[in-house]
């Protein structure tokens, strides 16, 4: 006979497909500041990400890029509360535009694990946002 589960454990988190995206911060309602501040703090921390690709396209020639590498990339953040605190757990990409692969590994290597104080955050939330890569 299988064990009886916990009533007072609490649920499962939905499954990130399940968890709607943000059309934009004021979608986190009380958090919205405090996902703006550590956005600020995330692009600053992207800067040698940025920096490094900026060299590597120096010695490269321009061309004309194909309609699918307009823009920047986009990735979609994946975000989990904690007591207090916002976590980027994920950044799969959306669209590459015209960024390089590099870029947007580097940019994963950074914010993967990226966290921000955020008053009243309580555990076990997601949130999804898209965000570009732009430097």
Do not use: K, N
């Amino acid at each position: 006979v299988p064990a009886a589960a916990s009533t007072d454990a609490a649920p499962a988190p939905p499954a990130w497909s399940e968890v709607p995206v943000a059309p934009r911060l004021s979608s986190f309602g009380p958090l919205a500041r405090a996902v703006h501040e550590g956005l600020g703090r995330a692009r600053d921390a992207l800067e040698p990400c940025y920096a490094a690709d900026a060299r590597s396209r120096a010695g490269q020639r321009a061309r004309v890029p194909a309609s699918d590498e307009l823009g920047s990339a986009v990735v979609m953040l994946e975000i989990e509360s904690r007591d207090g605190a916002l976590e980027i757990v994920a950044l799969p990409l959306q669209e590459l535009g015209g960024s390089s692969q590099e870029l947007v590994a580097c940019c994963e290597d950074v914010l993967r694990g990226f966290r921000f104080v955020a008053p009243g955050a309580a555990p076990g939330r997601r949130y999804r946002l898209p965000y570009q890569l732009t430097p």
